[in-house]
């Protein structure tokens, strides 16, 4: 069975400064998706950036980027000039290609604080 | 505008007291799944839809029921609440045509069982 385990429970940054959060997974398939999603107080969850495991191309959404590394199974979330609004939960996902349920498979999250 | 609903959103009750929390989405999505959120555990999946009169166990079925029986909405169901069903509770949709691979979520909803 997959796993996916995100190491940090909590990360925080200065505002306007660069963090990465980390995530990594366990999978003996080669196609599957994974996913970083944003949960703030609100609750809402909120895709932030996806990636296919069939490109090679790190996927980039604005001041997001992702660092995928196949072979090592590392999916990491770099967040470029933290704003006070980046503040959340972040949630690394899975999802298999093969399997037919769609179903996602999480990460226990990492809490990120941005300090002003 | 295109979203997933939930009702309610916070919901405190006794145990033994059968409730239905409802979903609804408006993109014409086949897909739509049940998952429940707990501290340090991420997501779980609870159920799944692939389409009408089509569903499926996820990872902790156990003690819910859901229903299939309009396109547009998933009810999930717990007969005789207990309090180890205190969670909050996410309704997905994703489209199984076309579409980005995103699952669109609900805003959640808060139970307690007393």
């Known amino acids: 069975a997959q796993t996916v385990t995100q190491s940090q429970p909590e990360m925080s940054v200065q505002e306007a400064e660069t963090v990465t959060l980390s995530c990594t997974y366990d999978?003996?398939?080669?196609?599957?998706?994974l996913f970083w999603y944003k949960q703030p107080p609100s609750r809402q969850m909120i895709l932030v950036i996806r990636?296919?495991?069939?490109k090679q191309q790190n996927a980039t959404e604005n001041r997001f980027s992702v660092n995928f590394q196949k072979a090592a199974k590392s999916f990491s979330l770099k967040i470029s000039d933290s704003q006070l609004g980046d503040a959340a939960m972040y949630f690394c996902?899975?999802?298999?290609?093969?399997?037919?349920?769609?179903?996602?498979?999480w990460g226990a999250g990492t809490k990120l604080i941005i300090k002003p | 505008e295109a979203q997933v609903t939930q009702n309610p959103r916070y919901l405190i009750t006794v145990t033994g007291k059968k409730l239905t929390v409802t979903c609804s989405q408006n993109m014409n999505h086949e897909y739509m799944s049940w998952y429940r959120q707990d501290p340090g555990l991420g997501l779980r999946q609870i159920y799944y839809?692939?389409?009408?009169?089509?569903?499926d166990k996820g990872d902790v079925p156990e003690g819910y029921k859901v229903s299939r029986k309009e396109k547009r909405n998933f009810p999930l169901i717990l007969e005789s609440p207990s309090p180890n069903q205190t969670s909050l509770y996410f309704c997905?949709?994703?489209?199984?045509?076309?579409?980005?691979?995103?699952?669109?979520f609900g805003p959640g909803t808060r139970l307690t069982v007393l």
């Open positions: 999978t003996s398939e080669s196609d599957y998706y």
């Open positions: 990636q296919e495991a069939y």
């Open positions: 997905a949709s994703q489209p199984l045509s076309g579409g980005t691979n995103e699952q669109f």
């Open positions: 839809s692939m389409n009408v009169e089509v569903t």
């Open positions: 996902a899975y999802r298999s290609e093969i399997n037919s349920n769609y179903q996602l498979i």
